[in-house]
């Protein structure tokens, strides 16, 4: 690791997030990994005292196999069904045996949050179970091979809905499902803005009952993207707003955190994943109509 | 290699053994993490990898906060990679502000 | 103190004398009275723990799970449909070496809805690696429920106590509930030296290869055959403080019986009114009935029918495509022992229907009379 000397002055570099990682090199996660990203973020912002239950999906491998990890804080793999109880339970137990300082954070997909996880989130959630959700988002079923969940958002490619047969129905709206439980705490966070995922992890942790942080995670192997392109699609998602970044609380006031003065239209975003390649002009029209109308319709609900 | 006792054996940070049970007498009683993964030198599934230009270099640490391999380190100051482990994906060289990184081919 | 208790309350209070820490439940007929009873305690705090309303029974396993692996004392109650919704983490309990307690009240399967006393739903189970009781008093429900904790955490393998559904259930019974105190001499606190905390940081159930999972399985097996030594001990140990023996089966003029029924739950206990009566007609009968099924007594089974000269089994269940369950391991038990006792594999009672002192007696009239079955399965009380 050899360079040479810098020929201008050296100065003290200020980094935007804190230094310590809780999570290790050597883990499993593929090139431009969004998920991997957010892991990192999202524990710099809960710290050491934190356990995580991860269900199945690529986390529950990406982590490593028996017998290693490569996180610096426990975790539970848990049965793909049960992160948000698991996590519960989890807290429960820890609670009953004297440590309540430890932050309890389920930590899963989108197959296993909006699918198959949703009875036991919707519980928790009812309950106001003492815990973090967090699901990172990469919009399909990637651990098992891009197949397609209902956070797929329409128009995509995946194994399970073939180009001519691309997925023809809209992404579940999670936040809304969770808002109707008035729960505390509801966010939406993206890898392209690390230091709002961060103040907003660490915002949740200080929180008590269900919280949930939607993570936005794009993954280059199942949206056909470049790599390098991850965090630009984490930002341009942002700015087009098609996942717009956005607080609820007790599941009524929404707080809009990045207001772009003029959106970009979804164009650029779509051209650089080659899941949305097949799409035509129309079809692209098609969806910027939707963009725009759920938009306004977030607008609307804004008080800031 | 490290080669487990009776005893299980506590995740200490930067241990990079991989792990070999001599029996099952070893084998933990549920299967539970006794090491970490940086015995898995990723290094190895790069095709091209990432060069950083000092004189030229901002120092703004975006590099080193868009790496998902936590592959970049702050030494003296200035982002240095960790060529063990840097998958080669790019994002580096992708967001650095000034173009500083540049990605080269791999030397067979 | 001694009171008057239904069946389902026995369990209530087993837990509740466990000192239970995190209790998980979902209710569903006929077990609802367990969670009500356990729920009253939580409220008026007479119990100290944390109950999770979760909403299935898939759910409260997971709960209880995560919760175990925090290292808290966990119990739960299901049937029937819950106990097959929670089938996936039954496996997970046993593979994760968590040793939650289950009361489970044995009810048939639907199609169609019953809430009847059949044994399939648990005996469907055999196989994820839980210990199984099956009681026949309340008395026993509640002692069971304590010695449970005290096996699981011994062993850290999961256990199911079963009661039949309303026979026993519902049942009201005169009981000795022990003071707490004593239970506390008995049973000690949960205190597993591998939990999850973040001061020791483990990732529990990762991915597992086939290099490793095989280690890990042979020692669940090897722990589960250390489970019959254990609970005579621990039986043993409950009767010095409590005076009552708890054990792997329940003999009943075995001694010198030439006919011996082999029965489990509640029918264990009319076999023994059956027997009496047998007696009274000269006919030199006896009855056996296993408590803990899983892991199976070989010894003490085999011990006790090699000198008989004909055994009955009577399975309140069916494995379609094979025979009652209880005579499929009975029979597995005495194979190439070679004790040329023959075997008579009986079918009675499935989805509530009453087993009788009369049912023993036509059971007994039906091995008397043949020399060997005549039929694999012989069905009693089926209109044919």
Known sequence: MDRGEPMREKRKMKLSLPKEEYMNSGHRGCQGCGATLAMRYALKALGQKTALCIPACCWSVIDGPFPYSSLDVPIYHCAFETAAVSASGLKAGLEMVGDSETTVVAWAGDGGTFDIGI?????????????????????????????????????????????????????????????????????????????????????AKDIKGTRFIHIYAPCPAGWKSRPEDTVKLARMVVQNGIFPLFEIEWGETYTLNIRPKERKPIDDYLKLQGRFRHLTDNEIAIMQKEVDSRWENLLSKVSN | MKRLSKEIIIMKKNQDQTIVFESEKDVPLMPMSVGSMLWNKTGGWRNIRPVIDPENCLQCGICWKFCPDVAIHIQNEYPVIDYEYCKGCGLCAEECPSECITMVEEEK | ??????????????????????????????????????????????????????????????????????????????????????????????????????????????????????????????????????????????????????????????????????????????????????????????????????????????????????????KLQKDMEKAPALIEETGEEYEKIFGRYLGLVDEYQCDDAELIFITSGTMGSTAKVAV?????????????????????????????????????????????????????????????????????????????????????????????????????????????
């Open chain 1, 119 to 203: 009875q036991a989130l919707s519980g928790v959630a009812e309950r106001n179970d003492d815990i973090i959700y967090v699901c990172y988002d990469n919009e399909a079923y990637m651990n098992t091979g891009i197949q397609r969940s209902s956070a797929t958002p329409w128009g995509a490619w995946t194994t399970t809905t073939p180009v001519k047969h691309y997925k023809d129905k809209p992404k579940k709206d999670m936040e809304a499902i969770m808002a109707a439980h008035r729960i505390p705490y509801i966010a939406t966070a993206s890898v392209g803005y690390p230091e709002d995922l961060f103040k907003k992890v660490k915002k």
């Open chain 3, 1 to 218: 103190m001694r009171k008057v208790i239904m069946g389902n309350h026995a369990l209530s209070f087993g837990a509740k004398l466990g000192r239970a820490q995190v209790i998980a439940a979902y209710p569903i007929t006929p077990q609802t009275q367990v969670v009500e009873l356990l729920s009253e305690m939580c409220a008026d705090k007479t119990l100290d723990a944390k109950f999770i309303k979760v909403e299935s029974e898939h759910s409260a396993m997971a709960a209880c799970l995560g919760a175990s692996l925090a290292g808290a004392r966990t119990f739960t109650a299901t049937s029937a449909q819950g106990l097959a919704l929670m089938h996936e983490l039954l496996h997970w309990a046993s593979g994760g070496r968590l040793p939650v307690v289950m009361g489970n009240i044995n009810r048939a399967m639907a199609p169609g809805w019953s809430i009847w006393s059949d044994q399939n739903d648990s005996l469907s189970q055999r196989d994820t690696g839980w210990m199984q009781f099956y009681c026949a008093s309340n008395q026993e429900v509640l002692d069971t429920v304590i010695q449970a904790f005290k096996v699981s955490e011994k062993l850290l393998i999961p256990s199911m106590v079963i009661l039949d559904a309303f026979t026993l259930s519902h049942t009201y019974e005169v009981v000795d509930i022990p003071d707490q105190e004593r239970v506390d001499d008995y049973l000690p606190p949960f205190n597993p030296s591998i939990r999850l905390t973040p001061d020791e940081p483990h990732a529990f159930g990762g991915l597992t290869g086939p290099e490793h999972y095989f280690e890990l399985r042979y």
């Open chain 3, 276 to 384: 009496d009566g047998l007696r009274d007609e000269g006919i030199k009968a006896g009855n056996l009935r296993i408590k803990v099924f899983r892991p199976f007594p070989f010894e003490i089974v085999r011990k006790i029918v090699k000198r008989a000269l004909k055994v009955a089994v009577v399975d309140r269940n069916i494995s379609y495509g094979h025979h009652g369950m209880f005579y499929q391991e009975v029979k597995s038990a005495m194979y190439a022992q070679d004790y040329g006792v023959p075997l008579f594999g009986f079918i009675a009672g499935l989805g509530g229907r009453d087993i009788t002192p009369l049912t023993f007696k036509e059971i007994a009239h039906q091995t008397l009379e043949n020399e060997k079955p005549e039929e694999e399965i012989i069905w009693i009380g089926v209109n044919r």
